[in-house]
């Protein structure tokens, strides 16, 4: 069945260096695709979306990049600080909907001062 | 500004007992959704409500039953809980902007302990 999986259960990094964080995913139907960051005791919360149309989307500090012939996503963090510590879900979606989102497991980010 | 707002934030049930899951939202979204969320997982979606006065299933449906009150509230319930059923709950909701982005907004969880 469709699966949206992480190639990393955790990530640690040294504080200013680049994080990247990646995923794979299964469904070669999703056509939207999103990054939510969850901080220990608080819901998920977007960090920054991209839509199958394209392949590279940036935010403030943030990249996501898609590779649809190899069905992976990465999100990199730039200048990683110690508030950017959680743990990160991609998620993807059949549809612009947003409708049955499957999310990932999850990568933990730890940053090292 | 509220957002998503869960409650109780904390609860303990004996099996079999049977509680609701209250969430309300104060964005004016269309969209609300209900996913629980297990140790080493991910989210994954029990039941969605695409508007007012719908409700669909996810994933992971058996156990549970919602209602869209309103356009800002979804209850999830709980008839008779089961040890399985321990798990974070989240409660989001979601409108469709510009180009078809769907930002889902999260409320804090509810964390439940089935004994």
């Known amino acids: 069945g469709e699966s949206v999986g992480l190639h990393l259960p955790t990530l640690s990094v040294q504080e200013g260096d680049n994080s990247i964080i990646n995923c794979a995913y299964s469904n070669s139907a999703s056509d939207y695709f999103i990054w939510y960051k969850q901080e220990s005791g608080k819901g998920p919360q977007f960090i920054i979306d991209i839509r199958s149309n394209m392949d590279k989307r940036q935010g403030q500090r943030v990249t996501v990049l898609l590779n649809k012939t190899v069905k992976h996503l990465s999100l990199q963090i730039a200048a990683t600080q110690p508030g950017d510590s959680a743990v990160y879900f991609c998620?993807?979606?059949?549809?612009?909907?947003?409708?049955?989102?499957?999310f990932g497991a999850g990568t933990r980010l730890f940053v090292k001062a | 500004n509220a957002g998503v707002t869960q409650t109780p934030k904390f609860q303990v049930l004996k099996t079999g007992q049977s509680m609701t899951l209250q969430c309300a939202q104060d964005?004016?979204?269309?969209?609300m959704y209900w996913y629980r969320q297990d140790p080493g997982m991910g989210l994954r979606l029990i039941y969605y409500?695409?508007?007012?006065?719908?409700?669909d299933k996810g994933e992971v449906p058996n156990g549970y039953n919602v209602s869209r009150l309103n356009k800002r509230e979804f209850s999830l319930r709980l008839e008779s809980a089961a040890p399985s059923q321990t798990s974070v709950y989240f409660c989001a909701s979601s409108e469709r902007l510009g180009q078809g982005r769907t930002e889902a907004f999260f409320g804090q969880g509810t964390r439940l302990t089935v004994v």
């Open positions: 964005m004016n979204h269309n969209s």
């Open positions: 998620a993807e979606s059949p549809n612009t909907g947003g409708f049955k989102t499957i």
């Open positions: 409500s695409a508007s007012e006065g719908t409700t």
